[in-house]
């Protein structure tokens, strides 16, 4: 079965300093994964995703993520944190079927930005 | 605009009375899941519907049931035999084979 570990319930970090969320991934097949952000009281929007193409991942607002299959590893990062990057980040992985959509998520990091 | 909507955005009601929440979207999307979540917990996966007419169940059935009688609709009913329905509750669907997925606004459901 497939599972996602985050690891650092709570991340701060400094206006202006880098962002790094951890996620480590467990699966049996190649796996997409994903990066989702939520703000309070909100629903969940794609951050970036990773389907087996390039291994560094662009997504929005000025984050990006790097596939490692050696560590199972899809972390998180952006060079410059702004106050608008408050909110909870989610990592999830699919993958265990062609055709199975169920995403595995993990528990979250909420990031504070510390002015 | 295209979009995943779900009504009402905050729902309260009373122990042992029943209460469905509603899930549309308009993306055309053939695949359609609820999730609730819980504080530190993440998301876990009530239910999930791949096709009309067709739904199955997810991590954390027991005490919720769906249907699914049109593609853009989804709703939840949240029974009376759910020990702990407090939650939030969030609604998502996906167009199929590129797996990723497109959330509603949720909805926060308070049982008092």
């Known amino acids: 079965a497939q599972s996602v570990t985050q690891l650092g319930s709570h991340v701060s970090v400094s206006e202006g300093a880098l962002v790094l969320l951890r996620c480590n991934y467990s699966?049996?097949?190649?796996?997409?994964l994903f990066w989702y952000v939520q703000y309070p009281n909100q629903g969940l929007q794609l951050l970036l995703k990773?389907?087996?193409?390039?291994?560094l991942v662009k997504g929005i607002n000025g984050f990006e993520a790097e596939f490692k299959k050696s560590e199972t590893s899809f972390h998180l990062t952006k060079p410059s944190a702004h106050m608008s990057d408050a909110a909870e980040y989610f990592c999830?992985?699919?993958?265990?079927?062609?055709?199975?959509?169920?995403?595995?998520f993990g528990t979250g990091t909420r990031l504070t930005i510390i002015p | 605009d295209g979009g995943i909507t779900q009504s009402p955005k905050y729902l309260f009601r009373k122990e042992g009375q029943n209460v469905t929440l509603s899930c549309e979207q308009n993306l055309n999307h053939d695949a359609m899941y609820w999730y609730r979540q819980d504080p530190g917990q993440g998301l876990r996966l009530i239910y999930y519907s791949q096709i009309v007419n067709d739904f199955q169940k997810g991590d954390i059935a027991e005490g919720y049931s769906v249907s699914r009688e049109k593609k853009e609709s989804f709703p939840l009913t949240v029974t009376s035999a759910q020990k702990n329905p407090t939650a939030f509750y969030l609604c998502?669907?996906?167009?199929?084979?590129?797996?990723?997925?497109?959330f509603g606004p949720g909805t926060r459901l308070t049982v008092t």
């Open positions: 999830a992985v699919s993958g265990d079927n062609f055709g199975n959509e169920k995403l595995t």
């Open positions: 998502a669907s996906s167009i199929g084979a590129n797996r990723e997925q497109y």
């Open positions: 699966s049996s097949v190649p796996p997409y």
């Open positions: 990773y389907t087996s193409a390039a291994t």
